[in-house]
């Protein structure tokens, strides 16, 4: 018995010490998570601010002055040192990030998540995502090596981090993943730049637009997707003069769409993805000093997409918010100009029918066979044997959807050709704009910009404002690029592109300001073919309007402006529906939701109900609008907002209003407002029940969430703030502005800036969310931009980098 229990014992021991050390489904090796001289105990400990760090191959000392807000502002001797100790800094506060993201871009995350992530990796992978990487670092091995000789130095930096770590040094995600990082290359920053290209791309249909036409009929497609809509407020002022462009749009070819029908999509990026920008000329300002904002409006997480930081040598001087992984300021200032995007939203993803011979080692084009090209994709699962995806390649691009994936065509494919395949140099233009004097440089820097589509404002102590739609984009022939295209017909190859100089852009308008929010960039007066890619049509109206109200702006009406909550959509569809809804059978609790809708002015405060309200009812209207798209087995996507809107005011008997499940009535818009109000104010009811009330900030349950996603611990939830999609201030569920920033001309620049997040990646740390109360609240903080190596009263630590012999 004495020895029985021995043996149990001891066999319990062995059991706890696998389960402590071994990972199990999601959850971490208990012993070593727990560790206290290497677990998370260890990640409470606060970032290093002062002192000596000793960093090989660095030229130079290099000082790193930190303010109060954790902002390093990095002053080197010259750019190389420059990039790597902007590579050691980023490491240092957000080493896990940038990791994940391209892990993410590269299709890696079954490394360390497991088998959950495959058809996740496969995507990404047959999306071409590294071989759009492969293709930016050739094109800068050819054509710039200095750019390149630069991501190489941030890397380094970035190593220089990694090697001083000890695993109880290791960012806490490590730990709970059970997996330790990597060396940085160049290839990672390129793949971060495709992750971001991916996440801007446009909205990309073509697909389902081709199901659309198949089922409705070239008509009904024309009204539903229009290519301008009957309000158009473009970027570039409809008075434009185009004259001077002299290359003429593709003639269009005796081409017809593939009308395949097709059963599924590969999952898209946000359509929510946008950003405001503006500037106002000093004419238009109190000051008399121009004065520009950019309001990025992407996934709020945590660590922070945006890293805000100073950068300087003895020849330039620029401040504002990085992208961990990338180099430069992407959307700031210097001492003489300042810079901020939008997307654009352009369609530069085009899709093909592709017909292989039998064992599918060619493809046809232009009646002949050519020879695939093979990419052999070896993805890793943590525990288990590798996956071996093999993707083929046609000059269109990788053939996305074929019988190996979400197809069952033995002997055809859809391939997709995206901008983001065809390599350039986009690190290039921030390294210039952050070193850029005017106006003529701030355009020379641009010219290396090839996806994804932005707009780039800009505003100079020179008084200048203008703003480009810059992109590599093909001059397309009328209509290409909505439909799956035959891929064997060269008359549907991109033809040529636009030159650059011939992109829309505008310089000091006579309105005296700028402005994007992700709108058509121009009228119908533009010689070139520029499909409605989801363009939107209530940002950008709100904001126009506001600068065409009067004739004097100040930062303080540019602080308003980023947090304006008016719900122009709303205001443009409640009156009619209130106005021709029949409320005669209405309950008393409906009516009285009713009277708090019809009392509502349309701001979508944190305290309001009418959002809440809206947002219930609009969407059961939607639904029940478009009920002709929920077809089985066939991808399809809804028409926009602002069309079906016009639609439900000024066509409200057309055929699509009635019901498709309803077969013995026709119904019309009217009744639709009815059906979907009684929907609606049920769901609330019991809303109100469970939760005490439906105000707009608790309805909306805006969060900030860790990148993985099921960490709550690590997130910050209920944050009271308003606004929401197609509003100024474009803050949804877990989506919106996730970077404010605020810029006046003088000489030196003034800034203000906000994120809804912290300059720190450890969740044990202050610097981790310090931001998010104030940013809810409609506050900024004072960019402490210094003029020199000098610290100043700004300052609490500074930190030295010493090169290490």
């Known amino acids: 018995m004495k020895y029985a229990k021995l043996i149990i014992s001891f066999i319990l021991t062995i059991g706890i010490f696998f389960v402590l050390n071994t990972k199990l489904g999601t959850i971490p090796p208990i012993g070593k998570f727990l560790n206290p001289y290497s677990g998370i105990w260890q990640n409470e400990t606060t970032e290093a601010t002062s002192g000596n760090a000793y960093i090989p191959g660095l030229k130079d000392k290099v000082t790193v002055h930190y303010d109060e807000q954790l902002i390093p502002h990095v002053f080197a001797k010259n750019e190389s040192d420059l990039y790597k100790a902007q590579g050691y800094i980023t490491a240092k506060h957000r080493l896990w ?71 109880e040094d290791y960012p806490v995600e490590y730990k709970l993943l059970d997996y330790k990082p990597e060396a940085w290359t160049p290839k990672k920053t390129a793949l971060l730049l495709m992750y971001m290209t991916k996440m801007l791309a446009g909205y990309d249909v073509d697909l389902e637009y081709t199901n659309a036409l198949r089922l409705l009929g070239k008509d009904n497609f024309d009204l539903l997707f229009p290519d301008f809509f009957d309000v158009t407020d473009p970027i570039i002022p409809k008075e434009t003069d185009w004259s001077f462009i002299d290359v003429p749009q593709t003639p269009l070819p005796e081409s017809q769409a593939i009308l395949d029908t097709i059963v599924e999509t590969i999952a898209k990026p946000n359509p929510d993805n946008g950003s405001n920008n503006w500037a106002v000329s000093g004419a238009k300002s109190v000051t008399g000093n121009p004065i520009l904002a950019n309001d990025p409006h992407l996934g709020l997480n945590l660590p922070s997409i945006w890293f805000v930081m100073q950068l300087s040598t003895p020849n330039h001087n620029a401040f504002g918010a990085t992208i961990p992984g990338a180099l430069g300021v992407i959307s700031g200032f210097n001492q003489n100009i300042a810079w901020g995007e939008t997307n654009a939203t352009r369609d530069v993803i085009d899709w093909y029918k592709v017909e292989f011979n039998k064992d599918r080692t060619k493809y046809k084009y232009d009646n002949e066979w050519k020879d695939v090209s093979i990419r052999v994709e070896d993805i890793k699962i943590k525990g288990k044997e590798n996956y071996k995806d093999t993707v083929l390649y046609t000059h269109h691009g990788p053939v996305v959807y074929d019988k190996n994936f979400k197809s069952d065509k033995e002997l055809a494919g859809y391939a997709m050709k995206w901008i983001g395949h065809e390599g350039g140099n986009n690190q290039k233009t921030f390294i210039e704009l952050n070193k850029a004097k005017n106006y003529d440089e701030y355009v020379q820097a641009l010219q290396y910009w090839n996806a994804p589509a932005q707009n780039f404002v800009f505003a100079s102590t020179e008084g200048d404002i203008a703003l480009w739609i810059q992109g590599k984009f093909p001059n397309k022939w009328e209509g290409q690029g909505k439909f799956l295209m035959d891929g064997s017909n060269p008359e549907n190859d991109w033809q040529s592109y636009i030159p650059q100089q011939f992109n829309a852009h505008t310089k000091n308008p006579d309105r005296g300001f700028v402005s994007s929010a992700n709108q058509h960039p121009v009228d119908e007066s533009y010689p070139y073919y520029v499909f409605n890619d989801g363009y939107e049509t209530y940002r950008n109206r709100v904001i126009n309007d506001y600068f065409n109200s009067k004739d004097k702006f100040s930062v303080a009406d540019f602080k308003n402006l980023h947090n304006n909550n008016y719900n122009l959509k709303a205001a443009e569809i409640v009156p009619y529906m209130i106005e021709h809804m029949d409320t005669s059978s209405l309950t008393e609790e409906e009516m009285s939701i009713y009277n708090e809708i019809k009392a509502w002015k349309f701001n979508n405060d944190i305290d309001e109900v009418g959002p ?53 009535k026709t119904e019309t818009a009217k009744d639709l407002f009815l059906i979907a109000f009684k929907d609606a104010a049920s769901q609330l009811i019991k809303i109100k029940k469970e939760k005490g009330d439906y105000k707009w900030a608790n309805y909306k349950g805006t969060y900030v969430g860790h990148l993985l996603q099921p960490l709550p611990a690590f997130s910050r939830l209920n944050i009271p703030i308003g606004g929401d999609r197609n509003i100024v201030n474009a803050t949804s569920e877990n ?49 402490n931009f210094l003029q020199s190596n000098q610290a100043t009263d700004a300052i609490i630590s500074t930190q030295t980098l010493t090169p290490k012999n």
């Open 97 to 167: 990030q940038i990791e994940f993201q391209t892990f993410a871009a590269a299709g890696r995350l079954s490394e360390f998540v497991g088998e959950k992530a495959l058809d996740y990796d496969r995507r990404e992978r047959r999306r071409g995502m590294g071989y759009g990487a492969d293709q930016a670092i050739a094109y800068m091995e050819k054509y710039d090596k200095e750019t390149l000789g630069y991501i190489q130095d941030y890397a380094d930096g970035v190593n220089a981090y990694i090697s001083q770590l000890k695993p």
């Open 612 to 664: 809440s309200i809206f947002r219930q009812w609009y969407g059961k209207l939607y639904k029940l609008v478009w009920d002709e798209f929920d077809v089985e087995d066939t991808a399809l996507d809804p028409p926009f907002t602002y069309q079906t809107i016009y639609l439900l005011k000024n066509n409200g008997d057309n055929e699509f209003m009635d019901i498709v499940e309803t077969k013995d």
């Open 735 to 783: 989506h919106g502005p996730s970077w404010r920033m605020i810029v006046e001309m003088s000489s030196p620049p003034t800034a203000i800036g906000i994120y809804p997040g912290g300059q720190s990646g450890n969740p044990g740390s202050k610097y981790y969310d310090n931001f998010i109360d104030d940013w809810a609240a409609g506050k900024y903080h004072q960019l």
